[in-house]
């Protein structure tokens, strides 16, 4: 088999092993109570299980592994970033924010129950995230739950995700410039992925000086995702996508398509791929999943 071969086929059984770890997880985290809350739990299965690239828990576990952190831990703490990444998803398709109808193929949250319970299915996605961190479960010592714990926290916030969203709906009345949109994607993005690779790393015990390169990796896949996003938004299928398109277009919103055209944005995409798998030269064959998955970041159709 050739070596591409065996890098992609190492990266299908990577998506498909994560993606069964973290539904098995949140099943086990969420049972659905006999009372009123449900509706509420049923919600938060339905918006956490099955579906989705996984692409920050196979981050993190794939960092976690590079230095000998037991699967079991590092399953939990991307259970954590998932709970994360799902609560965003609930709450970006809300009415208010983005107001989509469809995600991953069948209908957001809140059409498919109702905005309050949508709204509350989100916050408590949130809530679980940390309840997951701070268990002893993840780590007998409260130093690396607490950075973990902060890590999260820092990433998912209004110096990350949540300060990224801001500043994309300002996008929608406002012209901005490369710098800008630059700085509004590695928040909105890529600070949950550079968390994913910062709490594998975390768990490994790796010291802050240590990291540097993952970081830097981190922060290369995090810019050539979203200019992928970009270019899916533009020319994808919405079969495939599962999800709206070209509604960046229709809002006029600034983007790296939009400033660079599509060609120019798909060179800086591989540009910043092969520079992230640069990143990553001082680790031998344990690192080729970290390099598969940035080469999957622009190759993928979803």
Do not use: N, W
Request: glycine letters at 8%; proline letters at 3%.
């Amino acid at each position: 088999m050739a070596i591409t071969g065996v890098v992609d086929g190492m990266l299908a059984s990577g998506l498909e092993r994560i993606g069964h770890e973290i539904d098995e997880a949140f099943d086990a985290y969420l049972p659905v109570p006999d009372d009123s809350r449900a509706r509420l739990i049923e919600a938060m299965r339905y918006a956490a299980i099955g579906g989705g690239k996984r692409i920050r828990p196979l981050l993190l576990t794939a960092t976690a592994d590079l230095y000998g952190v037991d699967r079991e831990i590092s399953v939990r703490a991307s259970v954590a970033i998932e709970a994360i990444h799902a609560y965003s998803l609930i709450h970006d398709d809300l009415p208010c924010m983005d107001d989509d109808e469809l995600r991953r193929g069948k209908l957001t949250v809140h059409k498919a129950f109702d905005e309050a319970i949508a709204i509350l299915a989100g916050d408590s996605l949130h809530a679980l995230a940390f309840e997951i961190l701070v268990d002893p479960r993840v780590s007998g010592d409260p130093f690396v739950r607490t950075e973990l714990v902060s890590t999260l926290a820092k990433a998912s916030g209004h110096e990350g995700m949540a300060g990224g969203q801001m500043m994309d709906i300002v996008a929608e009345t406002s012209e901005f410039d490369l710098h800008t949109v630059t700085r509004l994607q590695q928040l909105k993005t890529g600070a949950l992925l550079g968390a994913a690779v910062e709490m594998g790393a975390i768990l490994g015990r790796v010291p802050l000086d240590g990291r540097a390169h993952l970081r830097a990796y981190a922060r290369d896949i995090g810019l050539a995702f979203q200019i992928a996003d970009d270019l899916l938004d533009l020319k994808g299928d919405e079969q495939k996508a599962g999800k709206a398109l070209r509604k960046d277009t229709a809002q006029g919103k600034q983007t790296f398509v939009s400033l660079l055209g599509p060609e120019r944005a798909q060179d800086q995409a591989q540009a910043l791929v092969d520079q992230a798998i640069g990143h990553l030269a001082v680790h031998g064959e344990e690192a080729e999943l970290l390099r598969a998955i940035a080469r999957f970041i622009v190759e993928r159709d979803r």
